[in-house]
């Protein structure tokens, strides 16, 4: 099990680093993470949702998503409280007080998964969540040493040198932890390091003095990272790298699934901007592009209060193209209408009005994963649904696209406004061409999941070349047996 000194340490890519390792070994390996919060989650291919790291450590292992790599998801809706997904489906909400005294009953569901994937695998490489040094949680704890302890399982802590104080980190995690779960430590590692690592071997060596724990390696800080869908939001870049056509996504505040804009940032004629709230959206945009959300009455509140309801009239005056996605489709139409308060107080909420359909609320989820063909340029992709609600109306009947004789999306009189429901289209290299070249730009039509595939080799032997690879596979076994 990998666990960090905190957040956002880089403790995906680790995991899924080395699942690809293992697997270059000749390894049958497998990725777990007990309880995850994101809203940038996955379909599975039996209709359950899962966190998009374990999605891609799934990639990283050659195998298929499973609701049991990641059984417990939570779904930020508020400050407070969140949707619950246990073993892929809904289970309700709860706030986060509650959360944290009904967690420990989890616990059977959570190893239940993790017993069914370790029937079908050498090895399981598991993810923790934030920080086994955040002693007030553990209490109930089923997603870092108190799964660890449940489960008889190694564990490896990782600090971040990147954001400084990494000998505090390590050696204070140590000094923070009961005896029982110092014990599970089978030693640490150092990530997201710059520069020359020979600096850093007197830091290093203080921390096996201080904590008696064996080093696994420094690993070096790894340019390519952003070549790999990010899971959360504070992970993601203001600006792609690339030149030339214009897109535009703003930021809001339970953006969900903003791993669909990936593939286009890998385009080196597309420049991505993402843009943070108390920014305007960019004049010379040629396309924006309304994401997913978790929350999309309050969401559509929050970009009404950033100004970019005025800003995307102004784009749409300049001759530009909006597309709105899944929750950004529906707040392009002209109201959403929530009777059974689903996404807040029961009501209607006046939408942008850009596009003439209405969306309805209704408790029932849909997840699935389709094959669909785009309208405009007939070109097929694949993706996947992940929402509650229903929209129609007269723009339905120019649809986006068509999943077998099924019509999806609605696309304005003036073809200005698109919207879907379907994550994941820019995957699909051909239809990424056929969408930029009726735009007027050129593609390379690159195949990003090739790209995903090849920067997944890139990171093992990156991880290979820094890291006692050897050692840390020696150490995953059970307590008893090391």
């Known amino acids: 099990m990998i666990q960090g000194t905190g957040s956002n340490v880089g403790k995906s890519m680790l995991v899924a680093g080395l699942c690809r390792a293992a697997l270059r070994r000749g390894l049958s390996v497998a990725p777990f993470k007990p309880q995850n919060m994101s809203n940038n989650a996955a379909v599975t ?13 799934a990639l990283a292992c050659g195998r298929a998503p499973s609701v049991h790599m990641n059984p417990v998801l939570l779904k ?40 069914t994937l370790a029937r079908t695998a050498d090895l399981i490489l598991i993810e923790g969540a934030g920080s086994p040094a955040e002693v007030n949680l553990r209490r109930g704890d089923i997603a870092n040493m108190g799964f660890a302890c449940a489960a008889n399982v190694p564990v490896i802590l990782a600090g971040d040198i990147d954001r400084g104080g990494v000998i505090a980190q390590i050696v204070g995690t140590q000094a923070v932890m009961t005896a029982q779960d110092n014990d599970r430590i089978a030693g640490f590692l150092i990530n997201k390091f710059r520069g020359d690592v020979s600096l850093f071997e007197d830091g290093y060596t203080a921390i096996e003095a201080h904590t008696g724990w064996p080093g696994f390696g420094v690993l070096p800080w790894f340019d390519a990272a952003h ?36 593939p286009l940032k890998a385009e080196p004629s597309v420049r991505v901007t993402m843009v943070p709230p108390g920014k305007p959206l960019p004049g010379d945009a040629d396309l924006v592009v309304l994401p997913g959300t978790k929350s999309t009455r309050a969401d559509l509140a929050f970009l009404r209060a950033q100004g970019w309801d005025v800003d995307i009239q102004a784009h749409l005056r300049r001759g530009g193209h909006v597309l709105g996605i899944c929750g950004g489709y529906q707040m392009l139409g002209t109201c959403i209408e929530d009777p059974e308060g689903l996404e ?3 009501g209607v909420t006046p939408g942008l009005g850009l596009l003439n359909v209405t969306t309805r609320m209704q408790p029932a989820k849909t997840l699935t994963r389709v094959t669909a063909t785009h309208v405009p340029t007939g070109q097929p992709f694949e993706g996947y649904e992940i929402h509650i609600g229903t929209t129609d109306g007269p723009d ?37 061409q056929a969408f930029l070249q009726a735009a007027g730009q050129a593609s390379g039509a690159a195949d990003y999941t090739r790209t995903v595939e090849s920067t997944l080799d890139d990171l093992a032997e990156h ?15 059970p307590i008893a047996a090391r």
Not at 45 to 57: H, M
Not at 227 to 254: I, K, N, Q
Not at 463 to 477: S, T, V
Request: aromatic share 6%; hydrophobic share 40%.
């Open 45 to 57: 291919d039996d209709g359950g949702e899962i966190g998009r790291a374990q999605a891609l450590q």
């Open 76 to 115: 930020p809706e508020s400050d407070r409280g969140s949707q619950v997904v246990v073993q892929g489906k809904v289970k309700g909400w709860l706030e986060a007080r509650n959360f944290r005294e009904d967690r420990g009953a989890l616990m059977d569901v959570v190893l239940d998964s993790y017993h």
């Open 227 to 262: 070549l790999l869908p990010a899971e959360d939001a504070v992970d993601l870049s203001d600006v792609s790298t690339g030149e030339g056509y214009h897109v535009v996504c703003p930021m809001l505040s339970r953006i969900a699934n903003f791993d669909d804009l990936d």
């Open 344 to 346: 807040g107080p029961a």
């Open 396 to 432: 339905t009947t120019r649809p986006f696209a068509r999943i077998q004789d099924m019509p999806d999306g609605a696309i304005s009189p003036t073809g200005q406004v698109m919207g879907t429901y379907l994550h994941g289209l820019f995957m699909s290299g051909g239809f990424r």
């Open 463 to 477: 991880m290979e070349a820094h890291l006692d690879i050897d050692g840390l596979l020696n150490a995953a076994r």
